[in-house]
């Protein structure tokens, strides 16, 4: 069983809408939560990280963590071509990251 | 200008080489990291190291070494063992923090490529 699971999409959206993009994990111990952005060919890039329950907003981003359902969102509000990526999720537990396969996120003009 | 460098950019060899990509933060972080990055698919644990002259194998270090001799450094070499070697490699650093870590940040990878 993977450690973070991800869908792999591709999830499309139109431009201005709301992007929803989901992870989940499988270790309880996991304290803490990263959503990265990949464009093709790049390296990651970090966008938010979340370490309580609740939500934490950072601009049109919003990061929810939901330890009791094991469950990582992030939502892009008015989405914008430029957020066309892979977003990446990550847990870290015990010095170590897990990371998800990764969500493929298409905005469309 | 603070940050992660690796070098070079893109790196091929001959099947049966070693080749060795660096590593280097000067953002005065704690661990370092390297992973491996196949087409389409998510970052998967090299090795790891939290402290100078200490690191850690990760998920798949099979067929490949590292040093920590300085906070700043961490090369990764790919050995002649490691069966398919092509791929993205990417070192990242973050801040040890009590109770958790800090933030993660990756520099801009090497793409290996071995014929």
């Known amino acids: 069983q993977k450690e973070v699971e991800q869908n792999s999409g591709p999830l499309s959206v139109p431009e201005g809408a709301i992007a929803s993009l989901n992870c989940t994990y499988s270790?309880?111990?996991?304290?803490?939560f990263f959503w990265y952005r990949q464009y093709s060919g790049k390296s990651p890039e970090l966008i938010m990280f979340?370490?309580?329950?609740g939500d934490k907003e950072d601009g049109r981003f919003t990061a929810q963590l939901n330890k009791a359902s094991q469950y990582v969102s992030l939502l892009i509000r008015d989405s914008q071509p430029s957020d066309s990526a892979t977003y990446l999720c990550?847990?870290?537990?015990?010095?170590?990251?897990?990371f998800g396969s990764g969500t493929k996120l298409n905005v469309k003009p | 200008d603070g940050g992660i460098t690796q070098s070079p950019k893109y790196l091929f060899r001959k099947e049966g080489q070693n080749v060795t990509l660096s590593c280097e933060q000067n953002?005065?972080?704690?661990?370092m990291y390297w992973y491996r990055q196949d087409p389409g698919q998510g970052l998967r644990l090299i090795y790891y190291?939290?402290?100078?002259?200490?690191?850690q194998k990760g998920d798949i270090a099979e067929g490949y070494s590292v040093s920590r001799e300085k906070k700043e450094s961490f090369p990764l070499t790919v050995t002649s063992a490691q069966k398919n070697p092509t791929a993205f490699y990417l070192c990242?650093?973050?801040?040890?923090?009590?109770?958790?870590?800090?933030?993660?940040?990756f520099g801009p990878g090497t793409r290996l490529t071995v014929t």
């Open positions: 979340i370490y309580s329950n």
């Open positions: 990242a650093s973050s801040i040890l923090q009590t109770g958790g870590t800090g933030e993660q940040y």
């Open positions: 190291s939290q402290i100078v002259n200490d690191f």
């Open positions: 990550a847990g870290y537990n015990f010095n170590k990251f897990y």
């Open positions: 953002l005065n972080h704690d661990a």
């Open positions: 270790d309880r111990g996991s304290q803490s």
